[in-house]
């Protein structure tokens, strides 16, 4: 959509975001089964737990909690917080930044670093939102080859001596769209390159609890020894994401100029939401919910999986260890914008994966979320279509 | 303070913001009487109404409140705000933007209009948090003449003839620093010259409610025919700013583009949060709470101006009729900086107004706030910097 009145800023450009919001326009239709979105399951959601926290510290802080806080968090969930960071990367981390969900922390870390003309390489396909944020800090982007295993570090290598990239964004766990998870091997060479080439590697890993099979994998930034590896975390999928919190971890001079662009963002992430995930952290709470989590969302998996081995000759699809996504290749021919059409008809939703691609292009592929649907929705959504894939062979 | 170690993007070239940090940093030394910040008194601060409020949204709407929100806003929220807005500026209102804090709309704002280079007039003296805002976006501050009223039109005209300005950033009523507020007719020619001239005005309007003498005046947005201002509301005076809930409102193409922008900013304002705010709305809290606060700001305000009376000839001071700052200027020979040091050993702070000027100067100046002090505080306050002014005549 054009506007001729006002001259908008030259950032949004090349930003339209317009295909992916009139896909969830049509998604919000009533009966609609959705794989499309990457919402926790509503039974994820503790709200009776954050009832009662929120009430409590309320009664105990009401009046700190209203209050202005700091920029640099609120006192006592910057301590948990810490702790908590320290023991799930079991590494030394030297600043947090508590922040108003880890797309906030993704957008400071550009707004610190991203010169327009920069380049940043990414994985191909990746994350959307993020993508747009890059892209309204006018980097250039400049994708990774990938192979199953996620990006191949031979390809990452050339890119960066090519390109002299000014930042590297990685989903390395359970990526967001193609559920690839990278391997130690390679988590440990991206952090060589990056203190090698000294350029920035943003780590942004949401989903690392949702591990439903395999062993859990050390960050990219417990191999970093010389502060280029800034790591996003966020407790949206595994408390929630309506809170908004998230934050950001790394070296203590990366995060001060965060600090500052904050100041001016948005002053400090609400006490409120700080205090609550501060009291998630302090009581200990979250291993319990992350079992009850990864129980049912793994058996989500599975069956969703069972349902694509079904799929028609010609099909291929990744086989994720945990995280929210699968990616799917339809044969050759196929494109998943045209079949969308027909699969809302029947009311059945997914997102065609050519809008998580760099430069567009893989029309036959598709992004397909297990975690917000039931088992019987996933039950008859995949045999939905199976059978439109089939008509259409 | 500079690293040699990680190139910084260029936006924060001419941003340090230390020197303010530096002070809040001394003043949060306990037994410190504070006319500096702008923090609202604890007793305004609503915490048993908060918490009842929070108690309930999350037991009626706690899987909606934690599940991800649209970047739009939370709907009930949205319809309240709308009513609200439109009530309070006696105006149509053709869109509405939730966001996390005014602060957030001021960024987004700028996100949406500012390309680097472009000019900016701003009042002079203006508010610092913003003015850094502005100069991340590599904006080009340009201040306009004020008088006792406020910002001048003649020499506005000039300097939006000299300048095309992109942007007009002005805080009409009770302006921090400088507590004065804008007449009516010059409220209504600044719309009329964004207009004709095809600027965007930024009326940022957080104080408009801490009203404690004379009559409210209408909004420039009242004014506006065209589209051309865009309105920035807070609810950090009125109900806490801890919860960081404001609004931006006006042209829905100026708002979509914002919200196009907040998507990848933090993806949308906190439910809960703004679920909090509805319920204030919707319950009609506003009207008697805000009377409470003005009644206590207001016997405040006139204390300190009746202790302001007292200091030596040579001092000079603004008679707010509201908000929470008095803007004064000491005797042309003296420097507040230096002043600090003296008023900071006798456990008094304020904050140099030098600080909120564009290109600094002013060094006789000093801004004060008095919600967040006690009636006792103000008194021994004021009297020991008026002891030392005269100490320093």
């Known amino acids: 959509m054009e506007c001729r009145k006002y001259q908008f800023a030259h950032r949004f450009d090349q930003v339209t975001g317009s295909a992916i919001r009139e896909i969830f326009k049509v998604i919000a239709q009533p009966g609609m089964i959705s794989f499309a979105g990457g919402n926790p399951s509503p039974d994820a959601l503790p709200d009776d737990i954050v009832r009662e926290i929120s009430s409590e510290v309320l009664r105990d802080k009401g009046k700190q909690i209203l209050q202005y806080g700091a920029t640099e968090g609120y006192p006592s969930f910057l301590e948990s917080l810490s702790a908590y960071v320290e023991a799930a990367l079991r590494c030394r981390i030297p600043a947090v930044l508590p922040v108003t969900g880890s797309t906030q922390a993704m957008d400071l870390l550009c707004k610190a670093m991203i010169d327009p003309g920069d380049v940043i390489l990414v994985e191909n396909p990746s994350f959307l939102g993020n993508m747009q944020c890059m892209k309204l800090y006018q980097a250039s982007l400049v994708p990774v080859e990938s192979d199953q295993d996620g990006m191949i570090i031979s390809d990452l290598e050339e890119k960066i001596i090519q390109y002299h990239p000014k930042m590297l964004y990685t989903i390395p766990t359970f990526q967001n769209p193609s559920g690839k998870t990278l391997p130690e091997d390679r988590r440990k060479a991206i952090a060589e390159l990056a203190n090698r080439y000294r350029f920035i590697v943003a780590e942004d890993d949401p989903y690392r609890d949702l591990r439903y099979e395999g062993t859990p994998l050390?960050?990219?930034?417990?191999?970093?020894?010389?502060?280029?590896?800034?790591?996003?975390?966020?407790?949206?999928?595994?408390?929630?994401?309506?809170?908004?919190?998230?934050?950001?971890?790394?070296?203590?001079?990366?995060?001060?100029?965060?600090?500052?662009?904050?100041?001016?963002?948005?002053?400090?992430?609400?006490?409120?939401?700080?205090?609550?995930?501060?009291?998630?952290?302090?009581?200990?709470?979250?291993?319990?919910?992350?079992?009850?989590?990864?129980?049912?969302?793994?058996?989500?998996?599975?069956?969703?999986?069972?349902?694509?081995?079904?799929?028609?000759?010609?099909?291929?699809?990744?086989?994720?260890?945990?995280?929210?996504?699968?990616?799917?290749?339809?044969?050759?021919?196929?494109?998943?914008?045209?079949?969308?059409?027909?699969?809302?008809?029947?009311?059945?939703?997914?997102?065609?994966?050519?809008h998580f691609c760099v430069n567009g292009g893989h029309e036959n592929t598709i992004r397909l979320n297990f975690s917000n649907s039931t088992p019987e929705q996933i039950e008859s959504g995949m045999s939905i279509l199976n059978e439109i894939i089939k008509n259409n062979l």
Chains 1, 2 share one sequence.
């Open 218 to 354: 050390p960050a990219i930034k417990s191999f970093d020894t010389d502060g280029w590896v800034v790591f996003l975390g966020s407790f949206s999928k595994i408390i929630s994401p309506g809170l908004r919190v998230g934050y950001m971890a790394g070296d203590p001079d990366i995060i001060r100029k965060c600090t500052v662009g904050k100041q001016s963002t948005d002053v400090h992430t609400a006490n409120l939401n700080q205090a609550i995930v501060d009291q998630f952290l302090r009581r200990n709470l979250l291993p319990d919910h992350i079992r009850n989590i990864c129980a049912s969302y793994g058996s989500k998996m599975s069956l969703m999986l069972k349902k694509l081995s079904e799929f028609p000759d010609g099909c291929r699809y990744t086989h994720p260890q945990g995280g929210l996504f699968i990616w799917a290749e339809l044969p050759q021919n196929m494109n998943a914008k045209e079949l969308l059409n027909l699969a809302i008809e029947k009311k059945v939703a997914y997102v065609p994966g050519t």
